[in-house]
């Protein structure tokens, strides 16, 4: 890719719910790599950065301290990126912190205008909010769509004053951040808003890459993460009255005071955005929805939704076939094993014979004319008939002869007319590079490696199935037994 060598350093601790969009809309957006620490995640946030990592997306640095070394940790991995990875522009994140540009040209074209020789490009944020009944509503991209505008400056010795906030925290501009050129780097302070540079640092202003802020997405997240660092800052004897000031003050409140200086309530929320104060912005709603788009069983499996609403199927209606394809012969077979254990099976027709057996006859009969468009759709109409002969009582026919890869065609033609509702479980390698989309032609695919699936917990995996349109009986979550080896 021609242009400047761009590498993120992300530091992240417990944020599943955003960590992958953050990721995918960096990658997308000309990003050459990640480098990126977690401190201790225990909620799925490691999962996904270890199958980015896997797919040589991402260098994966464990810190798992509870002391509050933000800047040391950035400063880290911006040597590795120049070190290592001959980065010439680090943009220091935070997994809820998305750099956009504000013109037409992509984020690498405005990196590459800046002159070689500058060190620092300070940038501003636009920090998003919804009232507190949507984020507690709803997924956080659909509630985080507005934004003050202008914001209001808020003076030091108010920080510190212990009267309510009003209006609320992400009304107030917060501090910009920075770009670094890394080759005269000597360290990042906290919060990536300062940086130190052998000799005299030369420093631009840009308003043309901005730093959308979704900080504010879930209550008890926030309730755990104010508690965390200020505990953290408390404990750190270098740390200034302010730094973490917002913490260390909200720690200070009951839960419902302190969310109520973070975000406004409906009413508040209403009142100004009839008063212009407050403006619609949903570019990075829709830069997640994009990004999530064709991916939504695999993030239901990582525990990414917070409000899911599972699709649901008439389970007397014809079965779903569960297509599970892409990996070798051992792999498919346990992957199958564990979703039979979940319901995706059916008993035989009434007759006696197995359905599984018939198609995989009819897979390796395609085989042997793969061009023959008659021959196609006579094993298509068979294909047809021999589900439709399944008697009540199941929930989805499983699929995974050695045949199918090559046939996936036909199933497409088969949910193309309406007359089955496939979907895939298409198993992709650890180490190769994962898709951030769906390129399987329209069926609903969930596209994960064998080990991640078979290590997923039960509810995980019934959550992302129930994304791809497949009904399952709730009772036999319970009933799956831990992955076997």
């Not at 992400?170 to 000799?199: C, F, M, Q, T, W």
């Not at 969310?259 to 309530?265: I, S, T």
């Not at 951030?436 to 969930?446: A, H, I, R, W």
Request: glycine share 8%.
């Amino acid at each position: 890719m021609s242009g400047p060598r761009i590498v993120m350093t992300l530091l992240v601790r417990d944020e599943v719910d955003i960590v992958f969009d953050t990721l995918a809309w960096h990658l997308g957006q000309g990003v050459d790599h990640v480098i990126a620490t977690d401190n201790g995640s225990s909620d799925g946030t490691t999962e996904i950065l270890e199958d980015f990592a896997a797919a040589g997306a991402l260098t994966l640095l464990h810190e798992p301290s509870s002391d509050y070394r933000q800047g040391i940790w950035h400063t880290r991995m911006a040597e590795l990126a120049r070190d290592r990875h001959g980065a010439d522009w680090v943009l220091p994140t935070d997994a809820d912190e998305f750099w956009m540009t504000t013109g037409d040209r992509p984020l690498r074209a405005a990196l590459a205008a800046i002159p070689a020789d500058v060190d620092l490009v300070r940038c501003g944020r636009r920090n998003l909010m919804g009232s507190r009944e949507d984020v507690a509503a709803m997924d956080w991209p659909d509630a985080l769509v507005w934004r003050a505008d202008p914001v209001l400056e808020l003076a030091e010795p108010r920080k510190l004053d212990p009267a309510p906030l009003d209006p609320p925290l992400l009304y107030y501009g917060l501090p910009s951040k920075l770009i670094l050129n890394p080759a005269r780097l000597v360290e990042i302070g906290r919060g990536a808003h300062e940086a130190d540079v052998a000799g005299e640092a030369r420093g631009i202003r840009t308003d043309e890459i901005v730093l959308y802020h979704a900080p504010f997405r879930d209550r008890a997240e926030f309730e755990a993460s104010n508690a965390r660092i200020a505990d953290a800052v408390e404990r750190d004897p270098a740390a200034g009255r302010m730094t973490s000031w917002k913490s260390r003050r909200w720690q200070k409140m009951s839960p419902e005071e302190a969310f109520a200086e973070a975000l406004p309530d409906a009413g508040t929320l209403s009142r100004d955005i009839r008063s212009g104060r407050v403006r619609l912005d949903t570019r990075l709603r829709d830069a997640v929805a994009a990004g999530r788009a064709g991916n939504e069983g695999r993030l239901a499996v990582y525990g990414v939704e917070r409000h899911p609403e599972p699709l649901r199927r008439d389970p007397l209606a014809p079965p779903v076939p569960v297509l599970v394809a892409g990996g070798d012969a051992g792999e498919t077979a346990a992957v199958a094993e564990r979703l039979r254990r979940l319901g995706c099976r059916r008993p035989p027709p009434a007759d006696g014979s197995d359905p599984g057996v018939r198609i995989a006859a009819l897979h390796r009969a395609r085989l042997a004319a793969p061009d023959d468009p008659v021959t196609a759709r006579t094993i298509a109409a068979e294909l047809r008939s021999v589900l439709e002969r399944y008697g009540s009582g199941g929930h989805g026919a499983l699929i995974a002869d050695p045949g199918l890869g090559a046939n996936l065609d036909l199933w497409r033609a088969l949910s193309e007319a309406g007359d089955l509702a496939p979907v895939l479980v298409r198993l992709t390698p650890r180490g190769a590079p994962q898709e951030l989309g769906d390129e399987t032609g329209g069926l609903p695919t969930l596209a994960m490696s064998a080990e991640r699936l078979l290590a997923a917990s039960p509810v995980a995996l019934h959550s992302g199935l129930a994304r791809l349109g497949l009904w399952l009986p709730l009772h036999l979550v319970a009933e799956d037994a831990a992955p076997q080896s």
